[in-house]
């Protein structure tokens, strides 16, 4: 399983081959049934993992509602971001949708990576851009769209979500209700 991180990880940047093999050393993989809680709220979140397979969904409880914030699926590095960057209990919770495999590394383990091989660092910052790019497209498609057109880019950059996710998720990650959504999707697929 760490190759297959190890893939992933030069996917963002060149890795040496003793760098590899530490990472191949340092790598654990952890697997989850489905509706299983990976994280909760109030935790430290001490790692970060490559989805070998599966699909994930992180949330946080607003008045008693599960509000999502992301779907992550194969090929996805998951970490509950806050959490991880600070090293300090977290909001968030992330379960397992479907039987999920993680590999990945400990926070503390990437530290020392960073320190002993200066070239991780362009790793760890080639991801991180990314967090930040999905992140800002994530509030630029709450903030400035409506209910159908956050449905279309919905449909258009996650289509094998539709049938992995139950409707109520996705309607809280779109930022309406499951009524409002089933109105949006009776029209959509009208057309």
Not at 43 to 68: F, H, M, P, W
Not at 88 to 96: L, V
Not at 97 to 111: P, R
Not at 157 to 168: D, G, I, Y
């Amino acid at each position: 399983m760490a190759d297959i991180l190890i893939d992933k990880l030069r996917s963002l940047a060149p890795l040496g081959e003793e760098l590899a093999e530490r990472i191949r050393m340092m790598a654990r993989t952890e697997e989850y049934k489905a509706g299983d809680i990976i994280l909760r709220e109030g935790q430290v979140c001490r790692r970060a993992s490559l989805i070998v397979k599966g699909l994930t969904r992180s949330y946080y409880l607003n008045d008693g509602v599960e509000i999502t914030s992301r779907f992550m699926e194969e090929g996805s590095i998951l970490t509950s971001w806050p959490s991880y960057f600070l090293q300090q209990p977290g909001y968030e919770y992330i379960e397992a949708v479907e039987d999920t495999i993680l590999t990945g590394l400990n926070h503390d383990d990437i530290e020392q990576l960073y320190k002993e091989f200066p070239v991780f660092n362009v790793t760890g910052r080639k991801q991180t851009e990314f967090a930040f790019y999905q992140a800002e497209m994530r509030t630029q498609l709450l903030r400035k769209h409506t209910a159908e057109e956050k449905y279309r880019y919905f449909t258009e950059h996650h289509p094998t979500l539709l049938q992995r996710v139950a409707l109520k998720h996705i309607a809280t990650y779109l930022g309406m209700s499951e009524e409002t959504l089933s109105r949006v999707r009776s029209r959509f697929h009208k057309k």
